[in-house]
């Protein structure tokens, strides 16, 4: 099948691999354009491109998709049976999503209706979730309202964070999606439920600041849900500090504690206090401007004491 990839970002490489071992051939890659990175803000390629660039397949970077009218000519010139799109970052125009012989098919991380939008895998943390799952289902010009052809739910870790489900989502998404091409002749696609949609709005970095006054199972979600990106992070004498792991005690503060106060700190990492009298063990952080580490290691150089505040 000669197909058309829309893809950008790790979580799309999966998809790529699968498509080709199953000796599909991808004629054009559509990614994003090269971003400024690092201290020079030299141009880089995202994730997609390297891959495609290492295996000789033509990509095309349109700044925005909606208005160039270059990426119709040279999808019309392939004829593609079938457009896969896996987090390719962009709003796709209806001339580009029913041009192939079989529309086009995208990949979202969750069961949809639940989790629309941008970042359905960090909401389904935060919102302590115990599942959620891979759809398949075809583009229309709506986001993420168009018919489902199959699928497959994943149960949630209780210790996975945002990157380890995206990661674990994205290859068992990789064969649901090479079984849907394989019988997408007799698979019948079915409505989605709108009256059971749910949002991901897609996320700002003022997500990730934790409220100590929150209970400590919200602020375990929280740095489960937002690791690595936009982390959870809190300040500590007016520098902020990344949270990258840590966990809920199950024991409780002393009714006079109060939130974001240091109650102990041991080789187990530090123990804040948080809303409704419960505790959070911080147990690896990272400094402003400094690599990871373990929080002992950390509350050693600053010489961090108990009562001190994170704010």
């Not at 994730?47 to 397949?57: F, G, L, S, T």
């Amino acid at each position: 099948m000669n197909i058309v990839f829309f893809g950008s970002p790790n979580s799309a490489i999966p998809y790529l691999n699968k498509i080709l071992e199953a000796g599909h051939n991808i004629k054009l890659i559509i990614t994003q354009p090269d971003k400024p990175s690092g201290r020079g803000k030299k141009l880089m390629p995202c994730p997609v491109k390297k891959i495609a660039q290492e295996i000789n397949i033509p990509t095309y970077q349109p700044i925005k998709i909606r208005k160039d009218l270059l990426t119709l000519d040279k999808i019309k010139k392939i004829q593609p049976d079938l457009n896969v799109v896996v987090a390719y970052g962009q709003i796709i125009p209806s001339e580009i999503i029913y041009l192939p012989k079989h529309n086009s098919l995208n990949v979202h991380f969750s069961l949809l209706p639940k989790y629309r939008g941008a970042s359905p895998v960090q909401w389904a943390l935060l919102n302590g979730e115990e599942k959620t799952g891979i759809t398949i289902f075809e583009l229309n010009k709506k986001m993420d309202e168009g018919d489902i052809l199959i699928q497959d739910e994943v149960k949630i870790s209780p210790y996975e964070n945002a990157a380890e489900l995206e990661t674990r989502l994205a290859q068992k998404g990789a064969e649901l999606l090479i079984k849907t091409i394989a019988q997408i002749d007799k698979i019948k696609p079915y409505k989605q439920d709108h009256s059971q949609a749910s949002y991901a709005a897609k996320l700002r970095k003022e997500n990730g600041k934790i409220d100590w006054a929150k209970n400590a199972n919200y602020i375990e979600r929280q740095v489960k849900a937002f690791t690595p990106w936009p982390s959870a992070y809190t300040f500590f004498k007016n520098k902020r500090i990344k949270i990258h792991k840590g966990r809920k005690k199950e024991s409780q503060t002393k009714p006079y504690s109060l939130p974001g106060v240091i109650l102990e700190i041991n080789k187990e990492g530090i123990k804040a206090c948080c809303g409704d009298g419960s505790i959070y063990l911080i147990e690896i952080l990272q400094p402003e401007n400094k690599k990871q580490m373990f929080a002992y290691a950390y509350s050693l150089g600053a010489k961090l004491k108990p009562g001190e505040t994170f704010t």
